[in-house]
């Protein structure tokens, strides 16, 4: 059993080459009830514990000033130098310099030395306090370990002794001007227990003490799940990895780590730690069964090559499928439709030669070269796209990519047969039409047979895979095999049903399992003869993903050319602007240049006469207005109830004919009578 010691000092002379390590938390109980939380993981650290410790990762470094008696944290990307501070313990012998060396003997004129007393080796004397600098290891002959070193003596002769590890002697480390950086002083088990001083600011402060501070993943006893906590915390531990060295761990596994292990050690029984997370990529019955704490049985992982499918949108919305090469279905090819010509090209470069019928009428468009086509024809693609120029007066000339096709029209059988009927002709890609696609076979394909082709192909499943108890391709429309590609699978199955298996691709399932000492569910020697699920459904978050991953971005139709507007067609009115009415504006420029200071370049012209027809009698005059009483300026409120009476008596008073003294004759005489509200 090691020493007791604190944790923080446990790690920082640690060497990792020696991991993994067992711990036992020995003292010191952390946070309320010993639970430590970091990024949602608790960990318990309760005395008695046996942790195992199975990776380090350095977050950042704990610096100490002794002189100033400070302390400061500094980042891993320090770029900062530091020197090593000779130490006044002495060496006894040369292989203890060897051992406490802090860096590698492999790192030449790394580590300088002087002995305090002569050394007479052999015939050569070495004078006391004569600087030696360790370069290497050797073995002599006789198998005796020496170390070479590098003296300079007197008049700076140059010199390489060979030292006996064995040779005794009172020896002490001698100051260095090499600098450190402070990764490499992390790094390094001896180094990172050593004093330095900063090469930025000297002779200011004392000696650097450096404190890492690692992130330490760790398997716990009872714990299902890689623990993480860092080494700062105050906790006092003791190395106990000789003791229970036959100790088993739980150790949790990834999907991928365990599509790593040897084929010896499948099958086996394993246990679900972690539910898949992320986004839902399978719609499957086994994948409702990948719940936390559920037993699964491994048969063995392999490399599969799959077909990516998919069918038309339908009442249950588009569907999606992997389907695995060993599928044993039976499929019939089925004529593709093409909704542009666009879509034409994208296919023959699959499928050189392609054939369709037109099943829709197209009239022709001369400006933008589009020919007239009919229900019926046949077109066969025999060029890849061209660059034609539009035909027109146009001042812009107009390209746009052309795809060249023979053209068929079927003639009645009174025809001359000897005629020929078919022309070549150029359809812009950005011609929309309706093209089935013609087939001349009529066959049933394997999968295996289908996939050597071209694809994308669409096909219908005519006969279904027996060895499954529900082919979920039967009954569709229409399939679409897009592409093929090779995943990764773990071959798995229920305990329930052992030999009912299906395949785990190992990158969509972000889950962790460990193994499990239990054993097989079956009771004959050898494993029941597997059937394997060859399709699997994958929903559409799969499919997308699957396409990010593969880069795959399509290139969008081209875009028809601009029309140019016929003669029949009416002008459109040009938009206001100040070059709408480009006659005024040249008109104005003009007279402004005609202008000069206090003149102008032609006279202002005379009035002209009046016309013969004008009398030249004085106008009549206009008849006086009737007199009326304005109304006020002031909007009425038309939330209070108001008499009208004012404006009854000013239109009486204005349209009478009579002369009245006063208002009140003017009632007498009145038939009509006021309301008043």
Known sequence: MGDLQSL?????????????????????????????????????LSTGDLVKVIGLELLSVFCEDIGTETSYELSTEYSGQFTLIAEDLPYY???????????GVD?????????????????FTLPAEEELTLLSLEVAEDGERQARCHTTGQNMVSAEILLPLSLKGEFYECESDRGYSLQEIMSSARLSTRRFRSTIVKHIGGPLIFSPIYEIKAIMQMRKDIVKFPSSLEVDVEDVTEQFHDLVFITPLSMAEV??????SFPTVVEILDVPEGKQFFNTLWFQELQKDRHLVLHGWGHTPMVLASTRKGRKGKQYFLISQRYGGRMRRKAREFGSVFELYLASIQSP????????????VEEEGVPALSVGEQLEVLKMPLLDKLEGNSEVAQKVENLICKRTV???????????????????????????????????YNLTDLINKSLPLDVKVVTQDKELEKDPLTGLT???????????VVLTSLPSKPDMCFELPVRWLQMSVCFMSEPLPWYT????????????????????EYHKLKNKVEEPPPRPPKRRPSSSEVPKMPPKSKTAFPNLASNVTKQLDDLSLGQTMMKRPSVPPPPDDILTEAPLPLPRKSISIPESITQPNTYVKRSSMPQTLARRLSDSDHDYESVDDMFKNSNDSIMHY
């Open 525 to 544: 020697c050898e494993s029941p003869k597997l059937r394997v699920e060859t399709v699997t459904e994958v929903t559409e978050n799969f499919y997308y």
């Open 8 to 44: 923080r000092d446990f790690i920082r002379c640690l060497d990792q080459q020696s991991l993994p390590r067992i711990l036992q938390i020995c003292s010191g109980v952390y946070f309320q009830g010993s639970v430590y939380e970091l990024s949602g993981s608790e960990v318990c």
């Open 410 to 444: 079927e003639i009645d059988d009174e025809d001359d047969e000897d005629e020929d009927d078919s022309q070549v002709i150029s359809l812009p890609l950005f011609m929309e039409g309706h093209f089935v696609e013609k087939l001349s076979d009529n066959k049933k």
């Open 478 to 488: 229409a399939l679409k095999l897009e592409e093929t590609f090779i995943e990764t």
């Open 259 to 264: 599509a790593r292990k040897p084929l010896e």
């Open 353 to 364: 030669g392609l054939k369709v019928n037109v099943t829709q009428h197209c009239e022709a």
């Open 107 to 123: 790192v030449c004129s790394s580590f300088s030395f002087i002995s305090k007393d002569k050394l007479k080796i052999d015939n």
């Open 93 to 103: 012998t040369i292989e203890e310099i060897v051992g406490l060396c802090p860096v």
